[in-house]
T-cell receptor, first 110, second 113 residues
Framework: AQRVTQPEKLLSVFKGAPVELKCNYS??????LFWYVQYSRQRLQLLLR??SRESIKGFTADLNKGETSFHLKKPFAQEEDSAMYYC????????????FGKGTLLTVNP | GAGVSQSPSNKVTEKGKDVELRCDPI?????LYWYRQSLGQGLEFLIY????????KSGLPSDRFSAERTGGSVSTLTIQRTQQEDSAVYLC???????????FGPGTRLTVL
């Protein structure tokens, strides 16, 4: 069974500081990793998926299969990055249903 | 274009009543998912529909929960004899293909008194 661990429930940084949101996963099969973001009073939206290797809103995430990690990083945090971030995994052959971590609430202070 | 829509946005019901939650996926999306977001359990998968295939019901927590998808489009999640532990935000998502990115609706907040 898939499991996603986000060790930090809360993370607070100052504007302009680097930020890293941690995600570790366990899986059986071929995993695909995602980061979803939920801004205040908005719907859950896809931020990144590892197969696309894009940088969205300055965020990047690298899949480390050896450490089974998919940490989300941004070199200079902005106040508008304050949101709830969820790491998720889906597995080929499991109907691509997402297994989510518990989420990390990021607050970027001015 | 229009995103995934869900109705109602909020539903308050009494314990023991039945409720129906509706999801309108993005037009043309063949895959549809229901998830539940609760304080204690986080985001959990409930059920998956893909085209005319049999749904994957592996995430439904009890037989009080059921869902259908008519005509490959709109989906309804039904909870019978609601319990207080059913209180949560119920999210619907759709994707263009089974492996495609999932787009989420705004959710229905269900409160069982």
């Amino acid at each position: 069974a898939q499991r996603v661990t986000q060790p930090e429930k809360l993370l607070s940084v100052f504007k302009g500081a680097p930020v890293e949101l941690k995600c570790n996963y366990s899986y059986s099969g071929s995993p695909e990793l995602f980061w979803y973001v939920q801004y205040s009073r908005q719907r859950l939206q896809l931020l990144l998926r590892h197969i696309s290797r894009e940088s969205i809103k300055g965020f990047t995430a690298d899949l480390n299969k050896g450490e089974t990690s998919f940490h989300l990083k941004k070199p200079f945090a902005q106040e508008e990055d304050s949101a709830m971030y969820y790491c998720a995994v889906s597995v080929v052959g499991s109907n691509y249903k997402l297994t989510f971590g518990k989420g990390t609430l990021l607050t970027v202070n001015p | 274009g229009a995103g995934v829509s869900q109705s109602p946005s909020n539903k308050v019901t009494e314990k023991g009543k039945d409720v129906e939650l509706r999801c309108d996926p993005i037009s043309g999306h063949t895959a549809l998912y229901w998830y539940r977001q609760s304080l204690g359990q986080g985001l959990e998968f409930l059920i998956y529909f893909q085209g005319n295939s049999a749904p994957d019901k592996s995430g439904l927590p009890s037989d009080r929960f059921s869902a259908e998808r008519t005509g490959g489009s709109v989906s309804t999640l039904t909870i019978q004899r609601t319990q207080q532990e059913d209180s949560a935000v119920y999210l619907c998502a759709s994707s263009a293909t089974p492996s495609g990115a999932q787009y989420f609706g705004p959710g229905t907040r269900l409160t069982v008194l």
